[in-house]
């Protein structure tokens, strides 16, 4: 399956830690709980897909630009914005935390890059020693709905980056 322009997003659930002010203690680990697509019913959405928490690109150039644009996004309607990898739920979270997302920018797992591999958006780099990873786009749901869908068409970040999608809204 390949997801496009139209298109009522299929169900999905993701692993996420929501932030508390708890989390601000380093040693703190969050309580995991689901997030289900059934949630954004009625709902603005802007999800982007990286493929790894603290990787160079997703770390320095595709997740800060949301945040520093966060307030851009909300005055267009956008009522979450979430980030989504396979990475576990405890990495999402600490790097989250690390970004100071806080509860601006919701971090999910999307463990084994199930529902990104059902859309037809997972990668393999397993050659890098990643596995199967969700591969780097970016999408605008609204009320299910893809409005815009943007996957990568090589290294880096244009198509699925905070500007692209803020053009699109």
């Not at 019913?41 to 320095?60: D, E, I, N």
């Not at 605008?140 to 053009?167: C, H, M, N, Q, W």
Request: aromatic residues 10%; hydrophobic residues 45%; glycine residues 8%.
């Amino acid at each position: 399956m390949s997801i496009n322009v139209g298109d009522i997003i299929p169900l999905g659930e993701f692993n996420c830690i929501h932030w508390t002010p708890e989390l601000e203690n380093n040693l703190a680990c969050g309580v995991p709980s689901k997030v289900s697509t059934d949630d954004w019913k009625g709902k603005k959405v802007v999800l982007f897909a990286v493929p790894g928490a603290f990787t160079p690109t997703c770390h320095t150039n595709h997740l800060p630009p949301f945040l520093q644009k966060y307030d851009e996004f909300k005055a267009k309607g956008v009522d979450i914005i979430a980030v989504v990898a396979a990475n576990d739920v405890f990495v999402m979270s600490g790097w989250g935390r690390y970004e100071g997302l806080q509860d601006k920018i919701l971090t999910l797992s999307d463990t084994d890059a199930k529902w990104s591999s059902a859309l037809g958006l997972s990668v393999d780099l397993s050659a890098v020693g990643f596995g199967t990873r969700t591969a780097r786009y970016a999408m605008v749901i609204d009320d299910l709905v893809v409005k815009y869908f943007g996957r990568e068409p090589a290294r880096g970040v244009t198509v699925s980056g905070a500007d692209a999608v803020l053009a699109a809204l």
